[in-house]
Nanobody, 124 residues
Framework: QVQLVESGGGLVQAGGSLRLSCAASGRTFSSYAMGWFRQAPGKEREFVATINWIGGSTKYADSVKGRFTISRDNAKNTLYLKMNTLKPEDTAVYYC?????????????????WGQGTQVTVSS
């Protein structure tokens, strides 16, 4: 079992920055890959970014590439998402998820455990 708790969401103006955190507990954090997904009002949940077990390989959605950075600190059992140059279209509930294998994945169905989500609102 893995428990995930996101934090760091909030209200920010367009062009601003936020850093989301996801604290993991349960199974050894360094043994599995992680990802960030988001769901905007009235839309399906979508992939944002993913990272492999040791942090050496990452993948981003085209919509956030160059603005968002996913990282992890295995010593602290924590996943991060640094979001720069935020846009109103980035407004969503952001979820972290754990994939019980070492390689990253971009599909929701590849992830077994999910956090409860944290709201990010970007005002124009």
């Amino acid at each position: 079992q893995v428990q995930l708790v996101e934090s760091g969401g909030g209200l920010v103006q367009a062009g601003g920055s936020l850093r989301l955190s996801c604290a993991a507990s349960g199974r050894t954090f360094s043994s599995y890959a992680m990802g960030w997904f988001r769901q905007a009002p009235g839309k399906e949940r979508e992939f944002v970014a993913t990272i492999n077990w040791i942090g050496g390989s990452t993948k981003y959605a085209d919509s956030v590439k160059g603005r968002f950075t996913i990282s992890r600190d295995n010593a602290k059992n924590t996943l991060y998402l640094k979001m720069n140059t935020l846009k109103p279209e980035d407004t969503a509930v952001y979820y972290c998820a754990a994939r019980m294998t070492t390689g990253w994945g971009i599909a929701e169905k590849e992830y077994e455990y999910w956090g409860q989500g944290t709201q990010v609102t970007v005002s124009s």
